[in-house]
């Protein structure tokens, strides 16, 4: 397959409109509607979701941005500051954006009548279509690609040399995305011990970054940290799946004399 698609979606005159972009709205409002969904099990209400969805698509993307520079290019960064600002340049990164909405979480469980850890067991299923539309974008702006490969599957990239490569961002776009979405839907439908959603979340999207970067091509700047294989995302998703299993596998109770509910109200701000 020969990569040939337009990552601009809709010109204006000078105002261009990019595939990647959408994405990123369309994951957020996919979101949101999830969220919308799930009000009712967790006794939110809908304003509840609505200023979640807002603070946490602001955590998200300057985490992703601030972590970007920090991770990834800091030496660009540090020689031209403004270049941090121009996000048309691109450079995201999720573990930044992680770091973005943990954020947002504490700020959410603090100015409401609920704790983090609940927080984020509500919150973590609505993560995972924004991860796919995420990498689909990725994959319209024909960036990130994977390497060499003689599969059927492999696509030959415009900016990535004459030979078919592993389609790494659409691989992400199914694991993180479809696989790892319906599991935590699934999986949360049910009461769950505090954490174990948060938890299942953390560990499934590092195993899966972490699998999918042995086939993925590792940024210029940085190549392999060590071993001739390890890559910043690897590095990255190990403290992650650290913090997803301590969720998962240990116990979380309230605090002793701890009577707060660990749902939010819009009504109850402190």
Not at 30 to 51: E, F, H, T
Not at 212 to 230: C, I, S
């Amino acid at each position: 397959m020969h990569f040939d698609i337009n990552p601009v979606a809709l010109s204006i005159g000078s105002l261009e409109i990019r595939w990647y972009g959408l994405m990123y709205v369309v994951g957020f409002l996919i979101g949101w509607w999830l969220g919308r969904r799930r009000a009712v099990q967790y006794g939110w209400k809908d304003r509840d979701i609505d200023d979640f969805v807002v603070l946490g698509m602001l955590g998200c993307i300057l985490g992703g941005r601030i972590g970007y520079v920090l991770f990834y290019d800091l030496p660009i960064y540090l020689r031209d500051p403004m270049e941090a600002l121009r996000f048309w340049n691109g450079g995201m990164s999720f573990h930044g954006a992680a770091i973005g909405l943990a954020l947002t979480f504490f700020y959410f469980a603090k100015t409401r009548n609920c704790h983090f850890i609940d927080l984020a067991d509500v919150a973590t299923p609505l993560i995972p279509p924004g991860l796919m539309f995420g990498r689909i974008g990725n994959f319209i702006n024909g960036e990130l690609w994977g390497k060499v490969t003689d599969l059927p599957i492999g696509v030959v990239f415009p900016e990535g040399g004459p030979y078919p490569r592993h389609p790494s961002q659409l691989y992400e776009a199914a694991l993180e995305g479809v696989v790892l979405g319906i599991v935590l839907w699934i999986y949360s439908s049910k009461q769950r011990p505090r954490g174990n959603v948060a938890g299942l979340f953390a560990m499934g999207y590092g195993l899966a970054r972490f699998l999918v970067e042995f086939v993925r091509v590792p940024d210029a700047q940085l190549g392999y940290l060590a071993f001739g294989w390890l890559t910043m995302g690897q590095v990255l998703c190990l403290p992650l799946l650290a913090i997803g299993a301590w969720l998962f596998f240990c116990d979380h109770p309230l605090p002793e004399g701890d009577v707060r509910t660990p749902k939010p109200s819009a009504g109850e701000r402190r």
